[in-house]
């Protein structure tokens, strides 16, 4: 039988004023919220952001999935698997796309943070995003 992992979507203000995108992914059932915090948390202190805040309104549990192999050894190793996504710059690119709209809202909005946008249009991101 594969083992399935629990993947938690963290968003995270950096000293710079981006905001590191990351997934910590562990074995489904097995780690406590608090834990996969501590995760999220030694992985700061190795990327030199130590003093960033990581609780659950930055991280959150999104989804359960089958791992690759890669994530698999990282499991194996170390307990858990940090998956880095790209950093969200603090400010908006010219003519984004509908992702990095969805992006930003996410790095500067608690409230939608985790919302799910299907089914928005461009406009109404825009819209949003002028009202933070």
Not at 25 to 41: C, K, Q, T, W
Request: hydrophobic share 35%; with cysteine; glycine share 6%.
């Amino acid at each position: 039988m594969t083992m399935r992992v629990a993947v938690f979507d963290s968003y995270v203000k950096k000293s710079n004023g981006d905001t590191a995108h990351f997934d910590i992914i562990v074995p489904n059932g097995r780690h406590s919220e608090a834990e996969v915090i501590a995760f999220g948390r030694q992985h700061l202190e190795s990327i030199g952001e130590g003093s960033s805040t990581l609780s659950t309104r930055e991280c959150r549990f999104c989804h359960i999935e089958e791992p690759s192999p890669a994530i698999l050894d990282g499991i194996s190793r170390y307990g858990y698997y940090i998956l880095e996504m790209e950093d969200i710059p603090r400010q908006l690119p010219p003519a984004p796309t509908r992702t990095q709209l969805i992006l930003h809202i996410r790095a500067r909005s608690e409230q939608h943070r985790f919302a799910n946008f299907r089914g928005w249009d461009e406009e109404r991101l825009r819209a949003l995003l002028t009202e933070l």
